[in-house]
């Protein structure tokens, strides 16, 4: 049976998820955001609508979660979660 990321977030990293599509093995990772002179950050979900600032979109004093994204081994299935850092 398929563990519930939403209880095993914070401790997934002891955790094996299992793919929903064909239940092979998941692999935690992340996917990148490329910023200025190709600088390589983790993707991160940030809360509320974008807004346009002087130097791209605003996010100071916004809500924001880094995104982990767990791939299947077996079949390249990607599922990602929010997982909360304070910023």
Do not use: H
């Amino acid at each position: 049976m398929r563990q519930d990321p939403a209880e095993t977030i914070d401790s997934i990293g002891s955790q094996t998820l299992t793919c929903p599509r064909c239940n092979g093995d998941m692999e935690e990772g992340f996917v990148v955001d490329l910023g200025a002179y190709n600088t390589v950050f983790p993707s991160q979900w940030v809360q509320g609508q974008p807004e346009k600032s002087l130097l791209g979109t605003k996010i100071a004093g916004k809500v924001r979660f880094r995104i982990a994204t767990y791939r299947c081994r077996r079949c390249g299935y990607l599922e990602s979660y929010a997982k909360y850092q304070p910023a």
